[in-house]
């Protein structure tokens, strides 16, 4: 199913005459002469000719390079024609699909489509000319990204995701629910009823089993030549969503993997507005941790303990409170901020850079103040962040580790062994701080809060990390409250002071039962 079948679906479902696509305004449909504006993200000129490539022949291509109109027919994957209008001025594509009438109307030139200046941000994009060039590069080098010219004064808007259909049935119910119960994640497994994960418990719906043919009928326009090539080769492949449900878009974070009886599909919903650390009931000592003007800050944690969004929190309150630069690398993106006082550069991988350490060499010379990277993966990606950390850049980065001395460890083990004291002098002299964190079940379910512990870089703990003392580390947290750092207890007792966690649930994951006993007594 191509990106373009699960959009005309609107044109059917809302009874409309036509639909027409604007870069950068909103989608409207039209019924009997009237417009109706669409509430859902405005697509940039990349989804716009994402769809042109899909409808229109390598000839009609052509001439819209040529800045020729092009009037066509196309026929969706349920059998439906519709009459097609494309216009190209100055780099720019608009797009207009219409139902044909009942008396028979076979001219395309029956869609009108709004005489609209070209965008002083809109980018001289250059589409395919041959089939060939379609299906002659090998899979690894494809993307769904337009071909930009050197010459573009800038880049096409920022793709949010794929925008994709659910028709009625148990995938479409999975995702109602999961919306209204405020699930934290969609599993959808071939052969299995749809799985909801509601504060922190996995519960099974009451709906027919998933089945391949829904699964990939819903996933299908998500899936670029480079996603199915990965899915191919490594088994899965990461995906960001827009699924629309009549009037409203919902957006997701996916994963979309293979296992032992099909295919699955792990949904993350996402939040239209990036969330404060009030919100998620962090500390304020975490918003100190942005005003470095330099170094490495990490948060730390298990899968889904909340990690890349508390950093999203931290980036919030910089757009909200500083003048900076902040350039995030992520995979994909998630929210999308709105600059306030700081202006923020949001890059996705596979859309907009290859690699992490592709996006940190170039983000030095992008000047920013801020780099958000969204995970430190391997040896290269943190050599690199140490290099922009050292270079007078404030990196922030997540990092997959129980506690400070495993997060300090892991990053020191990726290096050979003649690296390592150098590593170790590099941690000492640019990290500033890591936070580890840990999501519990509230007193209010299903609602979960994160339990924190900071851990400052002082002068004792630059000390042991350079000498490979990362076991003293945690004594260091304790002692350190001076310097503002907070012990795993001490986070896991004031949440309870505050009865969002019981005291049980906070002693099943506190380090130190005692210790927490002797916070809770505080």
């Not at 000047?367 to 050292?390: N, V």
Request: proline share 7%; net charge negative.
């Amino acid at each position: 199913m191509a990106v373009v079948d699960s959009l005309l679906k609107l044109i059917v479902s809302q009874g409309a005459d036509a639909l027409i696509f604007i870069p950068d305004e909103a989608p409207r449909l039209e019924k009997d002469g009237e417009p109706r504006p669409l509430s859902m993200p405005y697509p940039g000129d990349d989804i716009v000719h994402t769809m042109v490539q899909e409808v229109a022949t390598s000839e009609e291509r052509k001439r819209l390079e040529a800045d020729q109109g092009v009037e066509t027919r196309y026929t969706s994957d349920d059998g439906e024609t519709y009459l097609v209008k494309i216009e190209a001025r100055a780099g720019r594509v608009r797009l207009a699909f219409r139902r044909p009438k009942a008396d028979g109307e076979a001219a395309a030139n029956a869609v009108v489509l709004p005489d609209i200046a070209p965008s002083p941000r809109a980018a001289t994009v250059v589409l395919p000319t041959t089939e060939a060039a379609e299906t002659s590069a090998p899979p690894a080098a494809e993307s769904t990204e337009p071909h930009v010219a050197l010459a573009s004064p800038t880049m096409p808007r920022l793709d949010e995701g794929i925008a994709v259909a659910c028709e009625p049935g148990s995938l479409r119910e999975a995702l109602d629910r999961g919306i209204a119960e405020q699930a934290s994640d969609i599993l959808l497994s071939v052969g299995r009823p749809p799985h909801l994960r509601v504060g922190g418990d996995v519960v099974q719906l009451s709906g027919s089993p998933v089945t391949t043919e829904a699964l990939l009928a819903f996933i299908g326009p998500a899936l670029s030549t480079r996603a199915r090539h990965e899915l191919e080769t490594t088994g899965s492949t990461d995906i960001a969503l827009l699924v629309h449900d009549a009037d409203t878009m919902h957006r997701y974070r996916g994963n979309f993997f293979r296992q032992h009886h099909g295919l699955a599909l792990a949904l993350r919903p996402i939040r239209r507005h990036p969330p404060s650390h009030r919100e998620l009931n962090l500390p304020d000592e975490l918003l100190r941790l942005v005003e470095h003007r330099n170094g490495l800050v990490l948060v730390t944690g298990t899968t889904g303990s909340g990690k890349s969004t508390t950093l999203v929190s931290l980036i919030e309150h910089v757009n909200r409170t500083a003048a900076k630069h902040v350039v995030t690398l992520e995979d994909p993106i998630e929210y999308e901020y709105t600059s306030q006082r700081a202006l923020i550069h949001q890059r996705q991988l596979g859309s907009h850079v290859d690699a992490f350490t592709t996006g940190l060499r170039a983000a030095l010379r992008e000047s920013p103040d801020i780099i958000l990277l969204g995970e430190m993966r391997d040896h290269a990606t943190i050599a690199a962040a140490l290099t922009a950390a050292e270079t007078g850049h404030l990196v922030l980065s997540t990092l997959h580790a129980g506690n400070a001395p495993m997060a300090i460890d892991r990053m020191v083990d990726v290096f050979p062994e003649h690296q390592q004291n150098q590593v170790r002098n590099q941690l000492a002299a640019v990290l500033r701080a890591v936070v580890t964190q840990v999501l519990l079940p509230t007193n209010r379910p299903p609602a979960r809060v994160p339990a924190i512990e900071l851990m400052v870089v002082n002068t004792p703990v630059a000390t042991k990390i350079r000498e490979g003392r990362g076991h003293q580390l945690l004594s260091e947290i304790q002692k350190g409250r001076s310097d503002g750092m907070i012990p795993l207890e001490a986070s896991l007792a004031s949440l309870v002071r505050r009865q969002l966690v019981s005291v049980q649930t906070a002693v099943d994951v506190a380090p130190d039962a005692a210790l927490f006993q002797q916070f809770l007594r505080r």
